[in-house]
C-alpha cells in the first residue's frame, strides 16, 4: 500500500523557518517526480514545487521562488520543502504528491497534508 506521510508543519512567526519532509512508501520512489502543494481555507489547491526524479531539476511557484527549497533523498524515499522568510501568505495545508512527471500538476498519490501557521 502506498503512502506519503508528511511532517515537520507547524507555528512560526513571519520571517522564521520550517522544513517539511515527506516519507514515501513507494517501490519505485526513485523513478517519480515528486512535488509539494498547498492550500489555504477557502481557496484551491495550488502548485508549490516539484523535483525531477533524480533530483538534477527543480522549479517553483512564482511566489515562492527564492524562499522555498526542494530536494530529495532517494536512499530514505523521502522528500523535504525548507522553507524560509516565511510570510502569513503561506499559511497552508501542505501535500506531498508523487507527479505523473515533472512538468505535471497532476499526481498518482498524494499524502494527508500537515498544516503550516505563519504567524504576523
Known amino acids: 500500500q502506498v503512502q506519503l506521510v508528511e511532517s515537520g508543519g507547524g507555528l512560526v512567526q513571519a520571517g522564521g523557518s520550517l522544513r517539511l519532509s515527506c516519507a514515501a512508501s513507494i517501490r519505485t520512489f526513485g523513478s517519480y517526480s515528486m512535488g509539494w502543494f498547498r492550500q489555504a481555507p477557502g481557496r484551491e489547491r495550488e502548485f508549490v514545487a516539484a523535483i525531477s526524479s533524480r533530483g538534477s531539476s527543480t522549479r517553483y511557484a512564482d511566489s515562492v521562488k527564492g524562499r522555498f527549497t526542494i530536494s530529495r533523498d532517494n536512499a530514505k524515499n523521502t522528500v523535504y520543502l525548507q522553507m524560509n522568510r516565511l510570510k502569513p501568505e503561506d499559511t497552508a495545508v501542505y501535500y506531498c504528491?508523487?507527479?505523473?512527471?515533472?512538468?505535471?500538476?497532476?499526481?498518482?498519490?498524494w499524502g494527508q497534508g500537515t498544516q503550516v501557521t505563519v504567524s504576523s
Open positions: 504528491a508523487a507527479l505523473t512527471r515533472f512538468s505535471s500538476e497532476a499526481a498518482d498519490y
